[in-house]
């Protein structure tokens, strides 16, 4: 397939496009990439996962391992939603001495493909192993489809496998809204049945293992579509709302929690697109900070 082999350099290109952000920026401190990905599709058996979304929305696994690989071996420190409002935007916390020579990115997975367990997890467990490396990902969840057992669900994540991901550490479990709706698109009792809901059925599900509810904290708006309206009110129920409009993070100069850039991470995204997108992006930080 031309998609294949258009692909193949994809994880190199990532790497290189997020070294290439930092020298951009002029301080690779100041940045974080936080990567968009939905499911993971399986090379060696390419077959149709989701009637949902078109399959270009998955990413390659093989790609995805090399690319983690690689991330690792460049000394980055994968990085939790509560890791970046404590220690990026808020600095509310001190980094730990350990990790201030780390080059902070964050890797967020939407809508709760059950790829993620089959096909990713295993990868993760195996990293962590060879390298003493915990990869932590982030989900941003539509918990209407969340049911309880592993075998309820071909295409989705269930409850057990996030209970599952979570107490082994792998996973941050986030909200997305109830049922992926376009907030931007509701009335304003809607909107707070999509934030409200969708937190409460994510907590109760992990309830015991999450002590300090950190799940469902964060929210990623569905389809990155928000306005002043719907802030308001995802920032009554969450700490910080993630966008999805391919631009980095710098977080030097944000002060709005609850327009975190991401970066579109998809199957059919040739490395020389998304270089040209990088080097496009203008300066944040002088945005920012005007
Ligand atoms: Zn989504």
Redo the contacts with the bound molecule.
Sequence with gaps: MTVKTQNLPFSIALVSIIALLALNFGSPESTVPILGFHGILDHQNNKSISGLVPEEMHYSKQELEKLLESLILNDYWFLSTQDLYDFFLTKSQAIPSGYRRKKPIMLTF??GYKSVHTKLLPILLKLEKKYSTKVQIVL?LNPSRLVQKASDSKTHLSCQELREGLQTGFYDIQS?GLN?RDLTKLARREIITELLQARTILRRCTQDLDPQQKVASHFAY??GAYNKQVEIYVSRYYLSGYLYNDETLNYTCKNNFYQIPRLIVNYNKSSQQIIKTAEAVPAISSQACQ
């Design positions: 939407d809508d941003f997305h992926h569905p389809y």
